[in-house]
């Protein structure tokens, strides 16, 4: 059973803050792990994936993947309010499961100015 | 262009009802999925259409019925539904494959009332 675990918050950080979000995993082998974004009432938006160990950063955001720990987190920096929503991370399916996503319940986060 | 696209928006249907979602994309994509959202939960898979054929049903009731007319658009089909059913139904797409990087990219979903 792949389970994806995170802390649902709410996550609550000031204007131009760094928000830290982190999701932990149980499947030692599992090699893609993706973050959405979900605004109330709208459909989930990817903001990036990972499958190597270390830092991938896009603008704003870094995504990291420490394998030996089974972690995954997302930064975001200078935070702005319109941040505010729920992030998913999800771990990406493998041989028989290829084409799943297992999600975490999603960590509500506000950005407050 | 990553957009799927969903219709209708918002749906309410009474329990005897026969109705049907509908997603369309056209970013080539050959593999269509149905989700499940209700409030405050992550979405729940029902459906995986690999290369137009049925590949995962997570043991969903009959009374969904999916269809992939062809690898373009993906249509799920209700029937007799009860109300626990209302809920954000969720398509996505993927390019598909084996790569560990296919991405699944959602539609706006569909907001389906059960009276």
């Known amino acids: 059973q792949k389970e994806v675990e995170q802390n649902s918050g709410p996550l609550s950080v000031p204007e131009g803050a760094i928000a830290s979000l982190n999701c932990t995993y149980s499947?030692?082998?599992?090699?893609?792990f993706f973050w959405y974004r979900q605004y109330s009432g709208k459909s989930p938006e990817l903001i990036m994936f990972i499958y190597s160990n270390g830092d991938k950063e896009d603008g704003r955001f870094t995504a990291q993947l420490n394998k030996a720990s089974q972690y995954v987190s997302l930064l975001i920096r200078d935070s702005q309010p319109s941040d505010s929503a729920t992030y998913l991370c999800?771990?990406?399916?493998?041989?028989?499961?290829?084409?799943?996503?297992?999600f975490g319940r999603g960590t509500q986060l506000t950005v407050w100015p | 262009d990553t957009e799927v696209t969903q219709t209708p928006k918002h749906l309410v249907m009474g329990m005897t009802n026969k109705k049907s979602l509908k997603c369309e994309q056209h970013?080539?994509?050959?593999?269509m999925y149905w989700y499940k959202q209700k409030a405050k939960k992550p979405p729940e898979l029902m459906f995986v259409?690999?290369?137009?054929?049925?590949?995962i049903n997570e043991s969903v009731p009959s009374r969904f019925s999916p269809e992939c007319p062809n690898s373009s658009l993906l249509n799920l089909h209700l029937h007799a539904l009860q109300p626990e059913d209302s809920a954000l139904y969720l398509c996505a797409s993927s390019q598909g494959g084996s790569a560990l990087t296919d991405t699944q990219y959602f539609g706006p979903g569909t907001r389906l009332t059960v009276l």
């Open positions: 999800a771990q990406g399916g493998r041989g028989s499961t290829l084409g799943r996503l297992y």
């Open positions: 970013m080539g994509h050959r593999a």
């Open positions: 499947d030692r082998g599992s090699q893609s």
């Open positions: 259409y690999s290369y137009e054929k049925l590949s």
